[in-house]
């Protein structure tokens, strides 16, 4: 059941990973990029459930609380051509 | 099935960051790569490393490469023809040594050659999962059933990592300090003028990241502190929690502007001996260790209490250490990095 | 554990810890670093010393660090082998950091002298873990803790071909360190140990798998790279031109002898001569390569205009003596061999160091820079000399020393064309080096000295004639001299070396 | 043989993994996309040793109540750990060359820069350059 909705879990981040490499705009990108982080947290904690570890918790954790830091950074270089 | 796809994932992720033109979008998709390889390690049950890749993937490998676009260029150049053209008419083309198809045949000959090496070694290899694989009984036996009762650390990774193995470590938290002097050494200049273009009122417009990364940055400290504490028990350790902690400051910086962050003053004045400090305490826990009677890095001979005890509060003295240089140095680096001079 | 037990960690810590409190104390004075820096490295020579003699009155010595018994914990080994290179890499550490004051002062700028110190102990803290760790995969950290501090000590040279070539040199150099790494992984998959004692008593059961043959192929090949053998030379030649010189004094003295003792120790102690020579025809790929270096190394110095790419090519020479000793791996080449590790790190660092000391002078590097010097550098000339001579192979210095023994062992292992190749390659040092000196001594007052039958002669005779005499400080000097004397001590008294090579040879080849 | 494709399915993976970023790093001209090969490239070797890590129904190895089921091997994992911390450094190293190597080239395209040298280093060229280039791919620099 959980294995299942992994798999389609992943699917769906195949799906977006076409968007990632299609594009056209960064703006495209950085947003599937997101939304497959999305995905990356809900997976590493259904993987923690269905191996009955809580400690996997923790690296979903790290994703969602530091994720967006690449983002923030990626869309800053776009704007303004650089990070400081 | 999942792994697979995953795997799948993965190579499609490595040929499009390789192929692609545009530098900003590899980097895009080298981070999703890295998403990917932390799914990829959680199913293979390497908890601690994928918390690893995830502190690094996640903030500092894509933030250093996109401090690094931004003083140099985004686009890739040259090559505007592909392969095969290059190769079939070579005289079309205006060619520098190195572009020639010669050479380029010759680049994919060695990469084939030693992917044709690798295959024939894998012939042998003992299956993926073999529970009787030489790697899985003769070591890591003893570790499994003893670790725990040799230094109470239930993280067997950690265990390892810290007691061990743990003068590995200490070569490991060198090679972060090392990066961190060459980083000092290579960009660094007292003199610099720094360039102030972009006006303090354009970043203020961002309200929204602005109070967001207020709000946040506290509890990604907090975390950043449980998991260099809590690295015994649970997966992470220093160098996890270090980079939480540098990212922190990244984002702050990232949100509020380099003179902002230089306004915090221990970064200022005492980055460059935060990063010595710490290697200096792993250092010296290893050589108090010595003078305990011990050998080097041998915490149970330490004078505080009882032999699991001394393990233990050693073991903590080490990821601090590890935490403190880490976090200095990936801030130290990101400073360097992203400023731009005039 | 008394002080005596804990010595083999100590001649690691104590570098490592003054490359950490080298920022921190630098604050205060700049003088107490560099005073700083002179003791750690003199402390670890004087360590190194007494290991080996310790080794020598006791046999081997193992050191558990963390207290854990190998194969669970890491463990460190000295060895007759580890003990003599040890005392080498410490021996010129020490040297060149006496030498490099006033040459770093004028070749880094100001406020990097701090850093680059703390880089140059930490170059030495790697290179020194690497010779003495016992356990596979502490070796490769070590193998990174050096090469980071080699990049960047690279590219801190003046000109900015430096960054291309430090550059270049890590792109290399990781392509190289990522093979011996998955090569170590291939062991580990193999054997499920990483201790280098525990491997050799495990491998010989495993010798016809696949997986122990491509190890050993990415760990030789990733060596191969860093060792700057053949094939893989061309980072070589750009990093000694465009490094600062001190750093270019010891890598070239060091960095090939470091890399060179770990392929010994992978060839000899990790896996056995039995494999060796049996189960991959690895000495006769060598040899092939080894000749091919020799050969080609010498004909490229030969093309050179500046000095210290030529003596970047002649490395590629001299490395390529050092991997046929091993390749022939009978006893006298392998004498030969190891005896070459300490005279080839002898007469590079004495003719990097007069290179330094001439560029510190003149801030020139070309060839054509080094005419009639002879009177300008008398001392530093005359250290010049002798280090081209042993690296010709005159007899009574070093080099010939060396030759003597790889051509002994050549021809007891019946290859009598190898006989040939050191002959034809000494006869081509003889050429690119003569050109050298004679513009030094000759191009302006040919009568001067014509005949150099003994150099100690020469520096005597010249002593008197001298009027615009302008040699290099005392600082520099002295160092290049104590190289360039050992340079002699050791080719007349070739006896000392030998019977400290002697144990280790028939250590390694089983005798 | 269909055994042996699926039995060590992460092996080949790995493989080709290392492959695209090894090509990555000797073919491409642009400094940062080798360093991007390069990361490619290590983390195919990270997946290598953690595919020895894994035992068949093993749980982390991180001590667990249950009893009876494997941990899997935290060895390579310890291992991997050291070896993540030396890719970063490497690559923060790395890139800072490559900021100093456009300051003062003003480009990042290996071709270019070779010329420039080219240009500007004339005293280097009677070495033989073209009988290195010839004889192997990786000659770089001037």
Redesign the interface.
């Given at each position: 059941m959980f294995d299942a909705v992994a798999t389609i879990i992943v699917f769906a981040a195949i799906l977006v990973l076409y968007r990632v490499i299609k594009g056209p705009t960064i703006y495209d990108r950085v947003l599937a990029a997101n939304a497959i982080g999305t995905k990356t947290v809900v997976l590493i904690a259904l993987i923690g459930f269905i191996y009955e570890r809580p400690h996997f918790l923790d690296i979903a954790l790290v994703y969602a609380l530091i994720n967006f830091i690449a983002t923030i950074a990626i869309l800053k270089y776009q704007e303004m051509g650089r990070l400081d | 099935?999942?792994?697979?796809?995953?795997?799948l994932?993965?190579?499609?992720?490595?040929?499009?960051?390789?192929s692609?033109k545009d530098?900003?979008?590899?980097?895009?998709?080298?981070?999703?790569?890295?998403?990917?390889?932390?799914?990829?390690?959680?199913?293979?049950?390497?908890?601690?490393?994928?918390?690893?890749?995830?502190?690094?993937g996640?903030?500092?490998?894509?933030?250093?490469?996109?401090?690094?676009?931004?003083?140099?260029?985004r686009e890739?150049?040259?090559?505007e023809y592909g392969m095969w053209s290059k190769l079939l008419n070579p005289q079309d083309l205006k060619l520098?040594?190195?572009?020639s198809p010669l050479?380029?045949l010759?680049?994919?000959f060695?990469?084939?050659i030693?992917?044709a090496?690798?295959?024939?070694?894998?012939?042998?290899?003992?299956?993926?999962?073999?529970?009787d694989?030489?790697?899985?009984?003769?070591?890591?036996k003893?570790?499994?059933e003893e670790s725990?009762e040799e230094t109470g650390v239930?993280?067997?990774?950690t265990?390892?990592?810290a007691?061990?193995?743990?003068?590995?470590?200490l070569?490991?938290t060198?090679?972060?300090?090392?990066?961190g002097?060459?980083?000092?050494?290579?960009?660094?200049?007292?003199s610099y003028i720094?360039d102030t273009t972009?006006k303090e009122k354009?970043m203020k417009e961002h309200i929204v990241?602005r109070t967001i990364s207020r709000i946040?940055i506290p509890?990604?400290q907090l975390?950043a502190l449980y998991?260099i504490a809590h690295g015994e028990?649970?997966?992470?350790g220093g160098?996890?929690g270090g980079v939480?902690f540098g990212?922190?400051i990244?984002?702050y910086?990232?949100?509020f502007?380099?003179e902002e962050g230089r306004k915090v003053r221990i970064f200022r004045e005492m980055g460059?001996?935060l990063?010595?400090t710490g290697?200096?305490i792993y250092?010296?826990i290893?050589?108090l260790c010595?003078l305990a009677?011990?050998?080097?890095?041998?915490?149970?001979?330490l004078p505080l209490g009882s032999e699991k005890m001394a393990s233990s509060l050693g073991i903590y003295g080490i990821e601090i250490g590890v935490g403190i240089t880490v976090a200095a140095v990936m801030i130290t680096?990101f400073f360097?990095?992203?400023?731009?001079e005039r | 554990m008394t002080l005596t037990e804990s010595l083999p960690i100590l001649v690691i810590i104590i570098p490592l810890i003054s490359a950490i409190i080298i920022p921190l104390i630098g604050r205060i004075d700049k003088s107490i670093a560099f005073a700083f820096v002179i003791s750690a490295n003199f402390l670890s020579f004087i360590i190194s010393i007494s290991l080996l003699n310790t080794v020598m009155e006791t046999g081997r010595i193992s050191y558990w660090l963390g207290g854990w018994e190998p194969p669970w914990g890491i463990e460190y080994v000295v060895d007759y082998l580890s003990g003599f290179v040890l005392v080498i890499v410490s021996f010129i550490a020490f040297i060149i950091s006496v030498y490099a004051k006033k040459s770093v002062e004028m070749e880094v700028e100001g406020e990097k002298i701090l850093p680059f110190y703390s880089i140059y102990m930490l170059l030495v803290t790697g290179f020194m873990g690497m010779i003495i760790t016992g356990d596979i995969f502490n070796l490769y950290v070590f193998i990174e803790i050096s090469a980071l501090a080699g990049y960047a000590l690279i590219a801190i040279g003046k000109k900015r071909a430096a960054l291309i070539a430090s550059y270049n040199y890590l792109v290399l150099g990781t392509i190289g360190a990522t093979f011996i790494l998955l090569g170590i992984g291939y062991l580990y998959m193999a054997t499920g140990t990483l201790n280098m004692a525990d491997l050799r008593e495990r491998l010989p059961m495993l010798y016809d798998s696949k997986v122990v043959l491509t190890a050993f192929a990415f760990i030789t090949v990733g060596l191969s790279l860093k060792l700057a053998l053949f094939p893989f030379h061309i980072w070589l030649p750009n990093v000694y031109n465009h490094a600062p010189s001190v750093v270019s004094a010891l890598m070239a003295a060091t960095s090939a002898k470091v890399i060179a003792y770990v392929l010994v120790r992978i060839m000899f102690s990790v896996f056995t001569m039995k494999f060796d020579l049996e189960v991959v025809p690895v000495t006769k790929i060598l040899l092939f390569l080894s000749v091919i270096a020799i050969i080609a190394g010498s004909v490229l110095a030969i093309a050179q205009t500046n000095i210290k790419r030529m003596l970047a090519y002649s490395s590629i020479g001299q490395i390529g003596y050092i991997v046929l000793g091993i390749a022939i791996s009978n006893q006298l080449s392998m004498t030969g061999s190891l005896i070459h590790l300490l005279n080839h790190a002898l007469m590079k660092g004495t003719l990097f160091l007069v290179v330094g000391a001439v560029v510190y002078k003149t801030g020139m590097e070309d060839i054509s820079s080094l005419k009639g010097m002879g009177k300008k550098m008398p001392f530093t000339m005359a250290a010049f000399t002798i280090g081209a001579l042993s690296m010709i192979g005159v007899p009574l210095t070093v080099g010939f020393v060396s030759k003597w023994y790889l051509a002994l062992g050549a021809l007891k292992a019946g290859m009598w064309f190898l006989v040939f190749i050191i002959l034809v390659s000494s006869l081509l040092n003889a050429v690119y080096f003569w050109r050298v000196i004679e513009g030094i001594y000759f191009h302006q007052k040919p009568k001067v000295r014509s005949q150099k039958s003994t150099t100690k002669d020469s520096i005597e005779s010249l002593k008197p004639e001298i009027q615009n005499q302008d040699d290099a400080p005392v600082g520099m000097l002295i160092p290049t001299l104590i190289l360039a004397g050992l340079c002699i001590v050791f080719g007349i008294a070739a006896f000392i070396p030998v019977s400290v090579v002697t144990p280790i040879v028939n250590m390694l080849l089983e005798v | 043989m269909i055994e042996l494709i699926l039995g060590k399915y992460n092996y080949w993976v790995y493989i080709t993994l290392m492959m695209i970023g090894f090509y990555a790093m000797i073919e491409k001209e642009n400094l940062i996309k080798k360093i991007i090969g390069m990361n490619i490239f290590q983390t195919a070797v990270f997946l290598f040793y953690i595919s020895i890590a894994k035992v068949k129904g093993g749980t982390a190895p991180i001590l667990w109540e249950k009893e009876g089921i494997p941990y899997d091997n935290p060895i390579p994992h310890v291992l991997i750990l050291t070896a993540i911390v030396v890719s970063v450094s490497t690559t923060a190293v790395a890139l800072a060359l490559i900021i100093r190597i456009f300051k003062e080239y003003g480009t990042i395209e290996e071709d270019k820069i070779l010329i420039m040298s080219e240009v500007s280093g004339k005293q280097d060229s009677t070495e033989n350059s073209k009988f290195l280039s010839s004889t192997s791919l990786l000659q770089k620099g001037e």
């Amino acid at each position: 059941m959980f294995d299942a909705v992994a798999t389609i879990i992943v699917f769906a981040a195949i799906l977006v990973l076409y968007r990632v490499i299609k594009g056209p705009t960064i703006y495209d990108r950085v947003l599937a990029a997101n939304a497959i982080g999305t995905k990356t947290v809900v997976l590493i904690a259904l993987i923690g459930f269905i191996y009955e570890r809580p400690h996997f918790l923790d690296i979903a954790l790290v994703y969602a609380l530091i994720n967006f830091i690449a983002t923030i950074a990626i869309l800053k270089y776009q704007e303004m051509g650089r990070l400081d | 099935m999942i792994d697979l796809m995953l795997l799948l994932f993965l190579v499609v992720c490595a040929i499009a960051a390789v192929s692609m033109k545009d530098l900003l979008s590899t980097t895009i998709i080298l981070g999703v790569y890295s998403l990917i390889m932390t799914v990829v390690w959680t199913r293979l049950n390497a908890v601690d490393v994928a918390f690893t890749e995830a502190s690094v993937g996640a903030g500092i490998t894509t933030v250093l490469i996109i401090a690094a676009l931004s003083r140099t260029k985004r686009e890739e150049e040259g090559q505007e023809y592909g392969m095969w053209s290059k190769l079939l008419n070579p005289q079309d083309l205006k060619l520098t040594d190195k572009q020639s198809p010669l050479l380029w045949l010759t680049s994919l000959f060695i990469v084939l050659i030693t992917g044709a090496v690798l295959i024939y070694g894998t012939i042998d290899m003992p299956d993926f999962g073999d529970p009787d694989a030489p790697a899985n009984i003769h070591l890591a036996k003893r570790f499994i059933e003893e670790s725990y009762e040799e230094t109470g650390v239930p993280n067997f990774v950690t265990a390892i990592l810290a007691s061990y193995r743990g003068y590995d470590t200490l070569g490991e938290t060198t090679v972060i300090f090392t990066a961190g002097i060459s980083l000092i050494l290579l960009l660094r200049r007292k003199s610099y003028i720094c360039d102030t273009t972009i006006k303090e009122k354009e970043m203020k417009e961002h309200i929204v990241i602005r109070t967001i990364s207020r709000i946040l940055i506290p509890f990604v400290q907090l975390y950043a502190l449980y998991v260099i504490a809590h690295g015994e028990l649970s997966p992470g350790g220093g160098f996890q929690g270090g980079v939480i902690f540098g990212s922190s400051i990244i984002l702050y910086v990232i949100a509020f502007g380099l003179e902002e962050g230089r306004k915090v003053r221990i970064f200022r004045e005492m980055g460059d001996l935060l990063n010595s400090t710490g290697v200096l305490i792993y250092a010296g826990i290893g050589v108090l260790c010595l003078l305990a009677g011990g050998a080097y890095l041998e915490y149970d001979k330490l004078p505080l209490g009882s032999e699991k005890m001394a393990s233990s509060l050693g073991i903590y003295g080490i990821e601090i250490g590890v935490g403190i240089t880490v976090a200095a140095v990936m801030i130290t680096i990101f400073f360097i990095t992203a400023r731009h001079e005039r | 554990m008394t002080l005596t037990e804990s010595l083999p960690i100590l001649v690691i810590i104590i570098p490592l810890i003054s490359a950490i409190i080298i920022p921190l104390i630098g604050r205060i004075d700049k003088s107490i670093a560099f005073a700083f820096v002179i003791s750690a490295n003199f402390l670890s020579f004087i360590i190194s010393i007494s290991l080996l003699n310790t080794v020598m009155e006791t046999g081997r010595i193992s050191y558990w660090l963390g207290g854990w018994e190998p194969p669970w914990g890491i463990e460190y080994v000295v060895d007759y082998l580890s003990g003599f290179v040890l005392v080498i890499v410490s021996f010129i550490a020490f040297i060149i950091s006496v030498y490099a004051k006033k040459s770093v002062e004028m070749e880094v700028e100001g406020e990097k002298i701090l850093p680059f110190y703390s880089i140059y102990m930490l170059l030495v803290t790697g290179f020194m873990g690497m010779i003495i760790t016992g356990d596979i995969f502490n070796l490769y950290v070590f193998i990174e803790i050096s090469a980071l501090a080699g990049y960047a000590l690279i590219a801190i040279g003046k000109k900015r071909a430096a960054l291309i070539a430090s550059y270049n040199y890590l792109v290399l150099g990781t392509i190289g360190a990522t093979f011996i790494l998955l090569g170590i992984g291939y062991l580990y998959m193999a054997t499920g140990t990483l201790n280098m004692a525990d491997l050799r008593e495990r491998l010989p059961m495993l010798y016809d798998s696949k997986v122990v043959l491509t190890a050993f192929a990415f760990i030789t090949v990733g060596l191969s790279l860093k060792l700057a053998l053949f094939p893989f030379h061309i980072w070589l030649p750009n990093v000694y031109n465009h490094a600062p010189s001190v750093v270019s004094a010891l890598m070239a003295a060091t960095s090939a002898k470091v890399i060179a003792y770990v392929l010994v120790r992978i060839m000899f102690s990790v896996f056995t001569m039995k494999f060796d020579l049996e189960v991959v025809p690895v000495t006769k790929i060598l040899l092939f390569l080894s000749v091919i270096a020799i050969i080609a190394g010498s004909v490229l110095a030969i093309a050179q205009t500046n000095i210290k790419r030529m003596l970047a090519y002649s490395s590629i020479g001299q490395i390529g003596y050092i991997v046929l000793g091993i390749a022939i791996s009978n006893q006298l080449s392998m004498t030969g061999s190891l005896i070459h590790l300490l005279n080839h790190a002898l007469m590079k660092g004495t003719l990097f160091l007069v290179v330094g000391a001439v560029v510190y002078k003149t801030g020139m590097e070309d060839i054509s820079s080094l005419k009639g010097m002879g009177k300008k550098m008398p001392f530093t000339m005359a250290a010049f000399t002798i280090g081209a001579l042993s690296m010709i192979g005159v007899p009574l210095t070093v080099g010939f020393v060396s030759k003597w023994y790889l051509a002994l062992g050549a021809l007891k292992a019946g290859m009598w064309f190898l006989v040939f190749i050191i002959l034809v390659s000494s006869l081509l040092n003889a050429v690119y080096f003569w050109r050298v000196i004679e513009g030094i001594y000759f191009h302006q007052k040919p009568k001067v000295r014509s005949q150099k039958s003994t150099t100690k002669d020469s520096i005597e005779s010249l002593k008197p004639e001298i009027q615009n005499q302008d040699d290099a400080p005392v600082g520099m000097l002295i160092p290049t001299l104590i190289l360039a004397g050992l340079c002699i001590v050791f080719g007349i008294a070739a006896f000392i070396p030998v019977s400290v090579v002697t144990p280790i040879v028939n250590m390694l080849l089983e005798v | 043989m269909i055994e042996l494709i699926l039995g060590k399915y992460n092996y080949w993976v790995y493989i080709t993994l290392m492959m695209i970023g090894f090509y990555a790093m000797i073919e491409k001209e642009n400094l940062i996309k080798k360093i991007i090969g390069m990361n490619i490239f290590q983390t195919a070797v990270f997946l290598f040793y953690i595919s020895i890590a894994k035992v068949k129904g093993g749980t982390a190895p991180i001590l667990w109540e249950k009893e009876g089921i494997p941990y899997d091997n935290p060895i390579p994992h310890v291992l991997i750990l050291t070896a993540i911390v030396v890719s970063v450094s490497t690559t923060a190293v790395a890139l800072a060359l490559i900021i100093r190597i456009f300051k003062e080239y003003g480009t990042i395209e290996e071709d270019k820069i070779l010329i420039m040298s080219e240009v500007s280093g004339k005293q280097d060229s009677t070495e033989n350059s073209k009988f290195l280039s010839s004889t192997s791919l990786l000659q770089k620099g001037e």
